[in-house]
T-cell receptor
Framework: DQQVKQNSPSLSVQEGRISILNCDYT??????FLWYKKYPAEGPTFLIS?????DKNEDGRFTVFLNKSAKHLSLHIVPSQPGDSAVYFC??????????????FGKGTKLSVKP | GAVVSQHPSWVICKSGTSVKIECRSL??????MFWYRQFPKQSLMLMAT?????????EQGVEKDKFLINHASLTLSTLTVTSAHPEDSSFYIC?????????????FGPGTRLTVL
């Protein structure tokens, strides 16, 4: 039973355009969400996060939107650059409950930004 | 800041041998360390969580006698794959979490590619 879902395994975008990566979750206890970027044979690197008390968080070219009622979040990258090509993982955690704030990851979306 | 290292970065071993992977937080004290496994085209799967000085908590389906975890200090955790078999070949990644405002943030190591022949 996947609690965090990234339904698009891949996404291809032209350089300069917007990339939109989507993530859905099922556990209403999740109150903190993160996006990680991962290159092949490397560990994930933290990109941006959002708390459930917000609906938007922006950091440079990266913006994360959270729609709690739909249990949906998205990562927008604009403008997209070839160096953004990587696998993006959505992760969620619940501060309270038995999970101790552990991160639950989606399966990832491979973003390819074409020059 | 917040650098996590892993050693070795890759290892090839024969079936039946044991392999130890180290995870270190280089510039902060990690009260909690996590071990993940990633198979090709799959997500990061949490194997176990370890708090310094206490026994690791294993996720369902992960054999604790096969994957031995030691978190002896606030900067070091080790994962030992005992009696490795080809199906244990995978990419193992550790992460570390510090106490404080960034409670929910985990910092990941670069991963260790294990190949069991």
């Amino acid at each position: 039973d996947q609690q965090v879902k990234q339904n698009s395994p891949s996404l291809s975008v032209q350089e300069g355009r917007i990339s939109i990566l989507n993530c859905d979750y099922t556990n209403s206890m999740f109150d903190y969400f993160l996006w990680y970027k991962k290159y092949p044979a490397e560990g994930p690197t933290f990109l941006i996060s959002i708390s459930s008390i917000k609906d938007k968080n922006e950091d440079g070219r990266f913006t994360v939107f959270l729609n709690k009622s739909a249990k949906h979040l998205s990562l927008h990258i604009v403008p997209s650059q070839p160096g953004d090509s990587a696998v993006y993982f959505c992760a969620a955690s619940a501060r309270y409950g038995g999970s101790q704030g552990n991160l639950i990851f989606g399966k990832g979306t491979k973003l390819s930004v074409k020059p | 800041g917040a650098v996590v290292s892993q050693h070795p970065s890759w290892v090839i071993c024969k079936s039946g041998t044991s392999v130890k992977i180290e995870c270190r937080s280089l510039d902060f004290q990690a009260t909690t360390m996590f071990w993940y496994r990633q198979f090709p085209k799959q997500s990061l799967m949490l194997m176990a969580t370890s708090n310094e000085g206490s026994k690791a908590t294993y996720e369902q389906g992960v054999e604790k006698d096969k994957f031995l975890i030691n978190h002896a200090s606030l900067t070091l955790s080790t994962l030992t794959v005992t009696s490795a078999h080809p199906e244990d070949s995978s990419f193992y990644i550790c992460s570390a979490r510090a106490r404080g405002p960034s409670y929910n943030e985990q910092f990941f190591g670069p991963g260790t590619r294990l190949t069991v022949l």
